[in-house]
């Protein structure tokens, strides 16, 4: 059974960098045809996709993220990454890192909550 | 971007009986259409993929249905757990993937 979980700062200043790490268990964050994909919920809010990265490297962001969003993937540890710049307070929200293999998302982690404040 | 629309809002609904939730795609999406059930504190949980292909270890009284603009999410008798808020997501053109702003099950 596949095991995603996120970690990083819970808190990031107006103007700074997020940074959110998931590390995957139970499988090959190589798998072919597997992508891994960030996706966040504001308080009270719906779900917004980030962007996805795919066994083969790939990235895709949605476009009204797409200038402040990179995601990586280090496949020696079995992670992937998010950093998104430029931070505001729209930007607070519980971060979920999630993986599937036809589109949609089988398996997230618990999520995490990254307040955007000074 | 495909806009997703979710309909009602909230529904409220007596446990034993049936609930229907509607997801309206702004354009097709095949069958390429996904539902998540989301409890408070926890993260979305996959119900279908492809419309109506029940993920693993889903209930039989829930189904999904439809295809092009249209689809709805059936669960036949409510059970206690089932009061959540669900949404649906379409993969079929992206980027980006798009969700549904979320019907929220309420018990009546």
């Known amino acids: 059974q596949l095991q995603l979980q996120e970690s990083g700062p819970g808190l990031v200043k107006p103007s700074g960098t997020l940074s959110l790490t998931c590390t995957v268990s139970g499988g090959s964050i190589s798998s072919s045809g597997s992508y891994w994909g960030w996706i966040r919920q504001p308080p009270g809010k719906g779900l917004e996709w980030i962007g996805s990265?795919?066994?083969?490297?790939?990235?895709y962001y949605n476009p009204s993220l797409k200038s402040r969003v990179t995601i990586s993937v280090d496949t020696s540890k079995n992670q992937f990454s998010l950093k998104e710049t430029s931070v505001t307070a729209a930007d607070t929200a519980v971060y979920y890192c999630?993986?599937?293999?036809?589109?949609?998302?089988?398996?997230w982690g618990q999520g995490t909550l990254v307040t955007v404040s000074s | 971007e495909i806009v997703m629309t979710q309909s009602p809002a909230t529904l409220s609904v007596s446990p034993g009986e049936r609930a229907t939730l509607s997801c309206r795609a702004s354009?097709?999406?095949?069958?390429?259409l996904a539902w998540y059930q989301q409890k408070p504190g926890q993260a979305p949980r996959l119900l279908f993929y492809g419309a109506s292909i029940r993920a693993t270890g889903i209930p039989a009284r829930f189904s999904g249905s439809g295809s092009g603009t249209e689809f709805t999410l059936t669960i036949s008798s409510l059970q206690s757990e089932d009061f959540a808020v669900y949404y649906c997501q379409q993969y079929n053109i992206w980027p980006p993937y798009t969700f549904g702003q979320g019907t929220k099950l309420e018990i009546k």
């Open positions: 354009q097709s999406v095949g069958s390429n």
């Open positions: 990265i795919y066994y083969n490297g790939n990235t």
């Open positions: 999630a993986s599937g293999v036809i589109g949609s998302f089988d398996y």
